[in-house]
């Protein structure tokens, strides 16, 4: 997919915001940028990745009943902007709600946008609507690590899935992993990362060629 059309699908969903320090949006597990172009009218689940973003890979892990996906972009370099998008819905009791939702992007990784949203499909269009979901964010200035809360004490329905988008600037490529840790009702604050990703250096043109 072109940086052109990545830039006109953020522009499409851009009311669907939680803001840190700026607006930008993206996709989730099922692509919001297929979503808009028609890509999922055939989609018979909305957690089934059906229309995959070519610069990105899908990783998907379901712990104590959260299904969680992570698309992770495959490859990056400094001064680079790129995309991760995360789902996350219940697979078991619809009732547990989720209170907190962490993305741990790769070392040198520098947030410049993020948001969250679900989907709502009008069927009479044969297309799906953001509808916005209202979280607080904040970014650990140690680690990078992007926190979304619930307001306290109103665990978020996750049944028909939750997307969250984030937007980082490449600054200094040190580490490539990253992943997603969440807190849930009935459920501390996962300890290990969830749907664990790795981003390559993107090899600069001509490194490593012979010359010939």
């Not at 055939?42 to 059906?50: D, G, N, V």
């Not at 609507?129 to 926190?147: I, Q």
């Not at 969440?182 to 060629?209: C, I, M, N, Y």
């Amino acid at each position: 997919m072109s940086n052109n059309m990545m830039r006109r699908g953020a522009s499409i969903l851009a009311a669907a915001a939680v803001v840190a320090g700026g607006l930008t949006v993206g996709a989730g597990t099922a692509s919001a940028f297929c979503i808009q172009s028609g890509g999922l009218a055939q989609l018979k689940s909305i957690s089934q990745p059906t229309c995959q973003n070519a610069r990105n890979r899908y990783v998907e892990e379901t712990v104590a009943g959260f299904r969680v996906g992570h698309d992770v972009p495959i490859s990056a370099a400094p001064g680079d902007e790129v995309w991760f998008f995360i789902g996350i819905n219940n697979s078991g009791d619809p009732a547990r709600g989720v209170t907190k939702v962490v993305h741990h992007p790769p070392e040198g990784f520098v947030l410049k946008s993020v948001n969250s949203y679900t989907l709502r499909l009008i069927a009479a269009e044969n297309r799906y609507e953001t509808v916005p979901v209202a979280l607080t964010s904040e970014v650990d200035p140690a680690t990078g690590a992007v926190t979304l809360k619930a307001p306290p004490g109103q665990p978020l329905s996750v049944a028909d899935r939750l997307y969250v988008d984030a937007k980082y600037q490449v600054e200094d490529f040190i580490v490539g992993a990253s992943g997603v840790t969440f807190e849930a009702t009935d459920l501390p604050e996962t300890r290990d990362w969830v749907a664990k990703g790795w981003t390559a250096p993107q090899k600069l043109p001509g490194f490593g060629s012979s010359g010939s």
